[in-house]
């Protein structure tokens, strides 16, 4: 029973270049949440979906970052024109329900370098 | 939005002493999370505690939520080197968990 994978688990991309974030939840999990976490800092909520639905997305920054959990295959984190600021570990969760039902299972994360 | 507060940031320990980090938001909490992130690594589910006064332990580690519901703490007796991490406190609505800052702790020989 696989655990919640992402992919890549490190990524480098240029200024102005876009970067695509994976994760596909644990089996028979349907709610998927992403969280950034900036060097030595604590995790802060980014979007929370379900299939095909955006059901909170407060922690978004407004502007080139967009989420996607797709009927069919992972779900995706796109970040447009990377900068600096953006380089950090992100980290997907997945759960059989809500948040406050039962605790997440984490992904290994992706740590995104922008140079 | 729910916020919680971690304290203390940062403590370095000798294996073989206990350890404490406190978990305290000034409104009413439905329930508490506790994760451990190792260097490097994801945060990991430990525990989640939704009564008040609850107490739960797994081996070295007891958890406690506040008859008031408003802080949390988590003990580790006799630490090991493998209790290295950061251990995040969390507060959950059906969308999403807001965690606290963190404490992370160093264990030596």
């Known amino acids: 029973n696989a655990g919640v994978m992402q992919n890549p688990r490190h990524l480098v991309r240029r200024r102005g270049q876009e970067a695509r974030l994976r994760c596909s939840p644990m089996?028979?999990?349907?709610?998927v949440y992403w969280y950034r976490q900036l060097p030595e800092e604590g995790l802060k909520f980014m979007v929370y979906?379900?299939?095909?639905?955006?059901?909170?997305e407060s922690g978004m920054p407004k502007e080139r970052f967009s989420a996607e959990f797709p009927k069919e295959g992972p779900s995706i984190l796109r970040i447009q024109q990377v900068v600096r600021g953006d380089s950090a570990a992100y980290f997907c969760?997945?759960?059989?329900?809500?948040?406050?039902?039962?605790?997440?299972?984490f992904g290994s994360g992706t740590r995104l370098t922008v140079v | 939005g729910q916020q919680v507060m971690q304290i203390p940031q940062y403590q370095h320990v000798q294996e073989g002493e206990d350890f404490t980090t406190y978990c305290n938001s000034s409104?009413?909490?439905?329930?508490i999370q506790w994760y451990k992130q190792r260097p490097g690594g994801h945060p990991v589910f430990l525990i989640q505690l939704v009564k008040s006064g609850e107490v739960k332990k797994q081996k070295r580690l007891t958890f406690q939520f506040g008859e008031a519901k408003k802080n949390s703490s988590l003990h580790i007796t006799a630490t090991q080197t493998t209790d290295v991490g950061t251990y995040f406190c969390g507060t959950g609505t059906a969308s999403k968990l807001t965690f606290g800052t963190g404490t992370r702790l160093q264990v030596t020989l």
């Open positions: 979906l379900q299939k095909e639905n955006i059901i909170d």
């Open positions: 409104t009413t909490l439905s329930n």
């Open positions: 089996k028979g999990h349907s709610h």
């Open positions: 969760a997945s759960s059989p329900q809500g948040a406050d039902y039962y605790g997440y299972t």
